[in-house]
């Protein structure tokens, strides 16, 4: 990330843009967000390691107040999946000229990685971490010149994270698993394709996985 030009949407209390300036060499970063409120705290943080001439602060509905030609990677983290698509879908010529784009995702992940490989972005590494008892993943999308293809549960579960099966992945997959089997036993009988199509889901992830 060195070098790079960032911009943090959706920022909140832009901890994550001043860590980005302090430890990345070279970097600029805008850290923007569609509300006064939270770019109030970005400011005052901001303040704090006395880098209001180094970080740009913004008010911004997604990408919509940042020029092209002012970053190179986007962040956008704390959020959930349909509004990071959303956000991205909504600038979508401003999106491509990314080089880089790092996503954590509150949910739905699979629509964030399905949307971005489609557009040409592929998959570089992913991490899994947990904070106060919450599992999140990480992900580096980069731009590429052909559409790298992935399978569904690759882009379901993460074609790097499915490859290490670490202690964290199996223990979030195993709780949407969980997830998946009490609405499989809300679906009425009636609704049988419905019913197959999540039970062959859990199936094949616990063979795949060996849960």
């Known amino acids: 990330m060195d070098n790079d030009k960032v911009v943090d949407v959706a920022c909140d209390h832009a901890l994550l843009s001043i860590y980005i300036y302090l430890n990345k060499k070279g970097v600029k970063v ?6 006064e409120l939270p770019l109030m705290s970005a400011k005052e943080n901001i303040k704090k390691y006395n880098l ?23 962040i956008i983290a704390g959020l959930g999946g349909k509004t990071i698509v959303d956000i991205l879908n909504d600038d979508i010529n401003k999106t491509m000229n990314a080089k880089k784009i790092i996503i954590q995702a509150n949910n739905n992940i699979y629509n964030v990685r399905k949307f971005l490989t489609q ?7 992913e991490k899994i971490i947990k904070e106060n008892n919450v599992i999140s993943i990480i992900i580096l999308f980069e ?19 499915i490859k290490e099966k670490n202690s964290l992945f199996k223990e979030l997959i195993k709780k949407e698993l969980i997830k998946k089997q009490k609405i499989l036993t809300k679906i009425p009988n009636k609704y049988f394709i419905k019913r197959r199509k ?11 996985l060996r849960l």
């Not at 805008?30 to 509300?35: F, V």
């Not at 557009?119 to 570089?124: L, S």
Request: charged fraction near 35%.
């Open 119 to 125: 557009n040409k972005y592929k998959i570089v590494d």
């Open 143 to 161: 731009k590429v010149r052909k559409k790298v293809k992935y399978t569904k549960h690759e882009l379901i579960l993460g074609p790097i994270l």
């Open 52 to 74: 209001e001439n180094k970080i740009d602060v913004r008010l911004s509905d997604g990408l919509k107040n940042i020029k092209n030609n002012e970053f190179d990677t986007i």
């Open 30 to 35: 805008i850290s923007s967000d569609i509300n």
């Open 198 to 208: 999540i039970s062959k889901f859990i199936n094949k992830i616990n063979t795949k």
